[in-house]
C-alpha cells in the first residue's frame, strides 16, 4: 500500500469518527447556568439570596398576570398586590444578604416597587428580576435557581400532600378542605384548575410553597419540610391539573414557560423551560435521540438568542420549530411502541452507544495483534468483560441502593470519562512513541515483550474496561427506561434488539479488526495512537461537561470560544483549560521524542 492510500484510509477512518461524535452538546447548555459550588458562603446569606431571588421572580410572573405588556392599565389588580407583597417582604431579607450586594439589591428592589407602582411594563420589571438574580448569583456563589437534588418522587409528594395540603386545598385540590371554610382571606387555590395553575412553572410552585403567599393563609414551609419533600409535593400538585399524568404536566408547563421566554424575550425563562423539559429529556432520547438532541439544540438556540436581544421575530420562528419538536417528542412519550418498533428502538440504542467502545476495542486488538502479542488481547478482552458486568452491577446498585440524581449520574459519567481521557492519552502516548521504524525495529526484537507484559497490559485492559463502563451503566438504565415505557410483555421485542444490535457491533468490531491487519505498521501505529490520542482529547472536553452539568465545577463562559461538540470542545475555561494542558503535554513528548532520537542516531549508522 503505498502513502497516498494510506492518507486517504487515514482520512476515512477521521470522517468515521466525527461521524460518531457528532453526539450533542446539551450538557454545555445545562451546565452554561449551573454555579460553580458554593464555596465559603455562609448558609444563612445563601438562603437568602434565594429567597429574595425566589420573591422578585415571582414578583414579576404576577405582575406580568395583572398588566397588559405595554403597561400604564391595571387588569388585575390582586396579581399585582402579590407582587408587591412579594417584594416588600424581601426587604426583610436585605440585611441577611451577602455583603457586596446589599446595596445592589437595596436599590433594585426600590426600583421594583417604583416600577409596580408606576404600571411599568412587564418586561422591564423581568429585566429588572433577572438583573437581580444575576447579582444575587455572583455574590452567592450561584446556583440560586433551586433544583431538585434527586429526581422528585410522586408517591412521596402524594403522602407529604395528603399531609400538608389537603387541609385546606382538598384531596383533589379543588381548594375544598375542610379548614378552607374557615379562612377569612383569600380561598385556598384551586391547584387542580389549569386556568389557575396555567401560569405557574414547577420551580414557580416550588417557590410558592417554599415562601408562602403573604398576606394569605398559605404558609411558608421553608422550615417545616425538608427540600426533597417540597420538591416531591410540587411535582404531585403539577400534575393535578392534566389528571395525574407527568409527562403531561411538564410537556404543559415547558410549553408555558417557552410562551412566556419568547413574549418577555428572556434567556432566563428560556433556560427555565430547557430545565423543565430535562425531567422528560431521558424518555425522549430513548425513544429518538436525535430528536432530543435538535430540541437541546433549539432551546440553547432560543436562549443564547433571547440573551443577545434578537428580534421578535426571530424568536418566533425558533419557538415555533420548538413547539413543533416538542409536540413529536410527547407523542413519543405518550405513545405505547408496538414490537416492531421497540425492537428498532433497542437495536439502535445498543448500536449507538456501544459504536464507541467497539471502536477502541477493535483498535486495541488490531494493535496487539500488528504487535506480535496476540496473547495480551486477553488483558482487553478480560477489560471489556469485566466492564459489562460492572455496569450491570453498577445499574442494579443504582436501582436498589439510592436514587441517583442526573447530577450524581453526570458526576459518574464525568469521572469515568475523564479518567478514560487520561488513560487513553498515556495509551496513544505509548502507541505514537513506536512510529519511529527504528525504534519500532529494535522494539520489535524482543522488547515488545517486555514492554507489554510490564504494566502496559494493564493499561490497555483498563482503556477496554473504561470504554464499554462509560456508555454500560447508561444504557442499561436506558433499556429499563425502554421495557417500562413499552409496558408489559414488551421485554422480549427489546431483548430480541439487544441480540440483534451485539451481533452488529461483532461484525463492526471484525472489520475493524481485518482492516487493521492490512495496514503497514508506520501508518498503522500514527492512526491508531492519533486516533486515541483525539478521543483522549474529546474526553477530556466531555468529561468536564458532564462535571459541570452537575454543578460539580463551575462553568465560565468564554463568549468567542468555538462550540465544536464532535471534538469535545466546548466554549468554558474548565474544559479548555484541561485540552490545552493535553496539547502542551503532546507537544513536550513530540519534542521528547525529536531530542532522544537525535544523539542516538550517530552511533547506530
Ligand atoms: C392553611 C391553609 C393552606 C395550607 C395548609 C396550604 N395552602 Fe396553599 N394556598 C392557600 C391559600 C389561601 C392560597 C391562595 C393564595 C392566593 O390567593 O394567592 C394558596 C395558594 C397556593 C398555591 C398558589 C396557587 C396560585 O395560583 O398561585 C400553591 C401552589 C399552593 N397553595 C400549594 C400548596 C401546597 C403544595 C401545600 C402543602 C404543602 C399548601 N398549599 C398548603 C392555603 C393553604
Same mark, same amino acid.
Not at 157 to 178: K, M, N, W
Not at 327 to 356: C, H, I, K, P, T
Given at each position: 500500500?503505498?502513502?497516498?492510500? *494510506? ?41 437568602? /439570596?434565594?429567597?429574595? #431571588? ?58 421594583? !416597587? ?78 387542580? *384548575? ?32 425538608? *427540600?426533597?419533600?417540597?420538591? #416531591? ?26 410562551? /412566556? ?76 411502541? /408496538? ?36 496473547? !495480551? ?78 504494566? /502496559? ?149
Amino acid at each position: 500500500m503505498n502513502s497516498r492510500d *494510506d492518507r486517504v484510509e487515514f482520512v476515512a477512518l477521521f470522517l468515521r469518527i466525527i461521524l460518531i461524535y457528532r453526539k450533542p452538546f446539551w450538557c454545555l447548555l445545562f451546565a452554561a447556568c449551573l454555579a460553580p459550588p458554593l464555596a465559603g458562603q455562609a448558609v444563612d446569606s445563601l438562603s437568602a /439570596s434565594r429567597r429574595v #431571588a425566589a420573591a422578585s421572580s415571582l414578583a414579576a410572573k404576577e405582575y406580568a398576570g395583572g398588566v397588559p405588556a405595554a403597561g400604564g392599565r391595571l387588569d388585575k389588580p390582586e396579581e399585582v398586590d402579590e407582587a408587591k407583597q412579594f417584594i416588600d417582604q424581601s426587604r426583610f431579607d436585605l440585611p441577611l444578604l451577602p455583603r457586596a450586594v446589599r446595596p445592589y439589591a437595596d436599590s433594585a428592589l426600590t426600583a421594583f !416597587r417604583a416600577l409596580l407602582d408606576h404600571l411599568a411594563p412587564p418586561a422591564r420589571v423581568r429585566s429588572l428580576a433577572d438583573s437581580l438574580e444575576r447579582h444575587l448569583a455572583a455574590a452567592a456563589g450561584g446556583a440560586l435557581v433551586p433544583m431538585p437534588l434527586t429526581s422528585p418522587s410522586l408517591a412521596r409528594g402524594a403522602q407529604v400532600y395528603r399531609e400538608q395540603c389537603t387541609a385546606c386545598h382538598g384531596d383533589a385540590g379543588h381548594g375544598d378542605g375542610p379548614k378552607a371554610r374557615k379562612l377569612t382571606g383569600p380561598p385556598p387555590a384551586n391547584l387542580a *384548575d389549569r386556568g389557575v395553575m396555567g401560569a405557574l412553572s414547577p420551580t414557580d410552585i416550588y417557590r410558592k410553597v417554599m415562601l408562602g403567599v403573604a398576606g394569605t393563609a398559605m404558609p411558608a414551609f421553608e422550615e417545616s419540610l425538608a *427540600d426533597s419533600d417540597r420538591w #416531591a409535593v410540587t411535582a404531585y400538585v403539577a400534575t393535578m391539573p392534566y389528571g395525574g399524568s407527568r409527562t403531561a404536566a411538564v410537556f404543559a408547563a415547558v410549553r408555558r414557560q417557552l410562551d /412566556s421566554a419568547v413574549t418577555l424575550r428572556s434567556d432566563k425563562l428560556a433556560f427555565d423551560a430547557y430545565l423543565t423539559f430535562e425531567q422528560v429529556e431521558v424518555d425522549v432520547r430513548v425513544k429518538n435521540d436525535g430528536l432530543t438532541n435538535d430540541l437541546e439544540g433549539t432551546f440553547a438556540k432560543l436562549r443564547s438568542r433571547a440573551a443577545a436581544g434578537a428580534s421578535a421575530t426571530e424568536l418566533t420562528a425558533i419557538h415555533a420549530r420548538l413547539l413543533s419538536d416538542l409536540e413529536r417528542a410527547e407523542r413519543l412519550v405518550a405513545d405505547q411502541g /408496538s414490537a416492531a418498533n421497540l425492537f428498532g428502538q433497542s437495536f439502535l440504542l445498543l448500536l449507538r452507544e456501544g459504536f464507541e467502545a467497539i471502536l477502541i476495542l477493535g483498535a486495541l486488538m488490531a494493535f496487539l495483534g500488528q504487535a506480535g502479542a496476540p496473547e !495480551r488481547r486477553r488483558e482487553v478482552a478480560w477489560g471489556a468483560a469485566l466492564a459489562v458486568v460492572a455496569s450491570g452491577l453498577t445499574a442494579l446498585a443504582i436501582e436498589l441502593l439510592f436514587h441517583i440524581s442526573a447530577g450524581e449520574r453526570d458526576a459518574l459519567e464525568g469521572a469515568t470519562v475523564l479518567l478514560a481521557a487520561g488513560l487513553l492519552f498515556y495509551v496513544s502516548y505509548w502507541l505514537l512513541s513506536k512510529v519511529e521504524a527504528d525504534r519500532w525495529h529494535a522494539f520489535i526484537n524482543q522488547k515488545m515483550r517486555s514492554a507489554l507484559s510490564s504494566g /502496559s497490559g494493564f493499561a490497555l485492559g483498563s482503556v477496554a474496561f473504561l470504554a464499554v463502563y462509560r456508555e454500560g451503566f447508561e444504557t442499561i438504565l436506558f433499556f429499563k427506561a425502554l421495557v417500562s415505557s413499552g409496558g408489559a410483555g414488551s421485554g422480549g421485542a427489546v431483548l430480541a434488539g439487544i441480540v440483534l444490535g451485539g451481533v452488529a457491533l461483532g461484525l463492526i468490531y471484525i472489520g475493524i479488526n481485518r482492516w487493521g491487519m492490512r495496514v503497514p505498521m508506520r501508518p498503522f501505529f500514527a492512526v491508531t495512537g492519533a486516533l486515541l490520542y483525539y478521543m483522549s482529547f474529546v474526553f477530556a472536553g466531555k468529561g468536564i461537561a458532564e462535571l459541570q452539568e452537575g454543578g460539580y465545577i463551575g462553568t465560565t463562559v468564554i463568549e468567542w470560544a468555538p462550540r465544536l461538540p464532535f471534538l469535545g470542545i466546548y466554549p468554558t475555561a474548565q474544559s479548555l483549560a484541561l485540552q490545552a494542558l493535553l496539547l502542551v503535554l503532546a507537544a513536550v513528548a513530540l519534542v521528547w521524542f525529536v531530542v532522544r532520537r537525535a544523539p542516538a542516531a550517530p552511533p547506530r549508522g
